[in-house]
């Protein structure tokens, strides 16, 4: 019968999962930066809380990995019941809600929210003279 892995080694890795997607999703999102040049003010703060939330899922990785290391330095599961399991549930709430912000900007500038309004046009019709456009500015 294969050995069931360690809970420490699970953790390990999926630390290491968390710190390597956040990072992607961070340096892919940040390659198309440029195209924002002129987008909506509130796509811009998502995408900003997005950054802040995935940064801070790879700061709490890493902080896991560090106290995962320190335990086993000493042969304990310390790890497990104080600050790095409060690292890696930082982490992994963190990770989720850069992802939650992402999929949100993604859906808003998608959609159009980041798209120009052309101004509307306005025709004022007189009967004793012909058809005038009225441009009306925001």
Known sequence: ??????ADDVALEF?????????????????????LVGANFYLIVI????WIAL??????GLQ??????????????E?????GRRMAALSKWAFITGISLIA????????GVNSKVEPAKVVILNSQT???PVRMEH
């Open 47 to 50: 995408l900003a809380l997005a």
């Open 55 to 60: 940064l801070t899922s790879i700061v709490g």
């Open 15 to 35: 630390a290491r999962q968390l710190i390597t997607l956040s990072s992607g999703v961070v340096a892919l999102s940040a390659t198309f930066i440029e195209k």
């Open 64 to 77: 896991t990995i560090s106290a995962i290391v320190g335990s086993r330095l000493v042969d304990d599961d």
């Open 79 to 83: 790890w497990s019941t104080g600050y």
């Open 130 to 132: 012909e058809p005038v």
């Open 104 to 111: 949100i900007f993604a859906f808003g500038f998608i959609l």
């Open 1 to 6: 019968m294969p050995e069931k892995p360690r």
